[in-house]
């Protein structure tokens, strides 16, 4: 049976990022949705993934782009999800937390472009959410496309809690299901080497596309449909 491919956005974008990839997944016969991503932190984002997970009938393959990648490996413990693809992503392990991993590299240069917002809480206290400086972005996040459509996306930014970056998962899925990475080589906002190393380390079948930006999913939309349908293929 032909898994549903679940695409995952990351932060500071939203689903829409996928809409080349869908089409290109839509064209081959692939079912395919884009849920939202809350990007208010990890444990309760891969909850809200794995509830989404839990009703769709029939094997899920997910895909998760850049901070989705995070919520795949918690959210892909879910029974009939039968595999994962990391998209320019961040492959954490148990216990591990997107801090703990950056920190093993030098930062990229998301790290020094970053600007600070807050947001209230429900006990009225208030939250920190960070988003990428709107003359910075293109260069940092996607510099692969066209500027217009650069400026738009900065325009546009969807803000991640700074929690996300502090809270541990709770589960790596990889480690007992087969994964695909996509490394995006030019990426400015995750270091290549951060991708390189989560994806080694998960094992998965590494595919690097040495001029990409961290947008790839929009620049390279043929190119990461082609690793999904590998993945689709060998899940089937």
Known sequence: MTPTVVLVHG????????IGVISELRSRGIPVIAP??????LASDAAYLTSVVSQISGPVL???????????????AAENVVGLVYIAAYVLHEGESLGDLERRF????????????????????CAVEVTIDEAAFPAVFA????KDVAGVLAA???????????EAASAAAWQVKPSWALVAGADR???PEVQRYGAERAGSVVVELPDASHAVALSEPRQVADLIRDAVRATS
């Open 156 to 166: 546009a930014q969807r803000p991640l809690a700074a929690a996300a970056f502090t």
């Open 143 to 146: 510099a692969d496309v066209a």
């Open 36 to 41: 939202p991503n809350p990007l208010r932190g």
């Open 106 to 125: 030098p930062d990229s240069s998301l790290a020094g472009n970053l600007k600070t917002w807050t947001y209230p809480l429900v006990d009225g206290d």
């Open 11 to 18: 932060a500071f974008g939203d689903a829409a990022a996928w």
């Open 189 to 191: 906002a995750i270091n």
């Open 62 to 76: 997910l895909v998760g782009h850049s901070y989705g990648g995070a919520l795949i490996t918690v959210a892909g």
